[in-house]
Structure formats: structure tokens, C-alpha cells
């Protein structure tokens, strides 16, 4: 009896995770470039004897993973707005390193700097920070990302890849600091950017509160299950205390 316990206590540990991703996801879902937060979990045999000689199974806590989902993308019209095309980040100069997004509300600064909505310079596939001629205008970008100002070329917009399997970080929103250090793109066949449009967070507003209820439900069931097994277990002792 004592084992249902711990499995529906390992559950609602889980539930718990799966419950704040989800808010987390409802809370981004207007959010540029925002990708949504998974939960995998795995079940775990307990290795502890019992006398039936059965095997328990609980609840991992869960790892994290990426939604890898396109969000859809939205015309601007502004030349300073940029999304990417296929599996790749644009590449961002951050305080805590080479940070991916794909987020592409980038701007011009007085000196001529390419930067991200919060200001942090945006890389090129060496991994420099791009620099614009600030008496040039807005910049002309092509599929393949190369940046051109009044016919002169300028740079090229840095694609990155990463494996955020092996586990990330967020970072301002709609940045990702994985722990695979990213690698540039070099072969664009299948992956470009597209100037004039912002992709729009992957999250699904509706299926987000469907799970959150169906989460929620789970909870409620599990604790309810609990309560039962408890009073359970408390008449039992009091019954087998009563007959010695």
C-alpha cells in the first residue's frame, strides 16, 4: 500500500513539471520566435524487495525538450525584421555567450551596428558582429542572408545549429543558451532567411489549455486517490491495533 503512495506522489511530482511548462507556454504565446517547452518522462522500476515480488514502477521527473514545430510566419513589411526558413537560429552576442533565436526584430544602431530587439549584436557565420554603413539605409537581404547596402555587400547574417537535445537554457524570452555549442550553417540548401516577416511563437494557445486542464484533472485525481489510499491504510492499523 505504502508503494501506491509513493507512485502517485512521484506522478504528481511529474504533473507538477508538465504544469509549469505548460504555463510557461501560455505565458509565450505571443511571443516572436518562441518555441515551446516539452516533457518526456520515463518510467523507473524501484529495485526495493517486496513480498509479492513485484516490480514498481514510478514517474521520472521529466527532461525538457524543444517543440521543433515552425511557427507561422507574418509579413511586416519592415526591412529590419528577419525570420529564418528551416532548422536554424540567427546567432546572438550575449553577456553569457553565443546565444540562438529566432527572433529576428533587429535594428540599426547611430554606429551602424546590427542588433537584436535588446540590443545585443547580431553574428555573422564567423561569428563576428555584423556592421552596417549607418548612412546606407535600410539593408538588403537575400534568401542566403547576405546583407548589401546601395549595391555594396556588407556581410551575411550567421545561421547556427544546435543539438538542444543534450539540454539548454532559456534566455531572454525567445533566446536559447545550449549546452551543444551551436555551429554555424554552411550548407543552406534547406534553410534561408526571409527579410520582411517574424515568425510567431510555435505554441498552440488551445491545445496549451486543453492539456492544462487535462493536467490539472490528473492532479486532482491523483490527490484524491492518495487521500483514499491514506484513510485506507490508517484503518488498517487501527484495526490490527485493536485485535492485539
Given amino acids: 500500500m505504502q ?43 524501484s529495485n ?19 517543440s521543433t514545430d515552425n511557427g507561422e510566419l507574418q509579413n511586416t513589411g519592415n526591412l529590419f525584421d528577419f525570420a529564418v526558413k528551416g532548422d536554424a537560429y540567427f546567432g546572438l552576442n550575449t553577456p553569457a555567450g553565443l546565444v540562438v533565436t529566432r527572433d529576428g526584430r533587429f535594428t540599426m544602431t547611430d554606429s551602424g551596428a546590427l542588433v537584436s530587439v535588446r540590443g545585443f549584436p547580431v553574428l555573422d557565420p564567423g561569428g563576428a558582429p555584423i556592421q552596417l554603413d549607418p548612412a546606407g539605409g535600410a539593408p538588403s537581404v537575400s534568401s542566403d542572408g547576405t546583407i548589401t547596402q546601395g549595391g555594396r555587400r556588407m ?26 555549442s551551436p555551429k554555424p550553417v554552411i550548407d543552406r540548401s534547406n534553410v534561408g532567411v526571409a527579410q520582411g516577416y517574424l515568425e510567431n511563437s510555435n505554441v498552440n494557445g488551445m491545445r496549451e489549455m486543453t492539456n492544462l486542464i487535462e493536467v490539472s484533472r490528473a492532479f486532482d485525481n491523483i490527490s484524491t486517490l492518495t487521500s483514499s489510499s ?15
Avoid: C
Fill in 3 to 45: 508503494s501506491g503512495i509513493y507512485v502517485a506522489l512521484s506522478s504528481q511530482m511529474a504533473l507538477e513539471r508538465r504544469l509549469t511548462t505548460i504555463a510557461d507556454n501560455l505565458a509565450n504565446v505571443n511571443t516572436t520566435g518562441f518555441r515551446g517547452t516539452e516533457v518526456k518522462f520515463d518510467q523507473v522500476l
Fill in 48 to 66: 526495493t524487495e517486496n513480498k509479492l515480488n513485484a516490480k514498481v514502477a514510478f514517474v521520472s521527473q521529466g527532461n525538457d525538450y524543444l
Fill in 155 to 180: 556581410g551575411q547574417i550567421g545561421l547556427y545549429s544546435s543539438d538542444v537535445s543534450k539540454g539548454f537554457l532559456r534566455y531572454e524570452n525567445s533566446g536559447i543558451l545550449p549546452t551543444d
Fill in 230 to 244: 491514506e484513510g485506507t491504510l490508517t484503518d488498517a492499523i487501527k484495526t490490527l491495533g485493536g485485535s492485539q
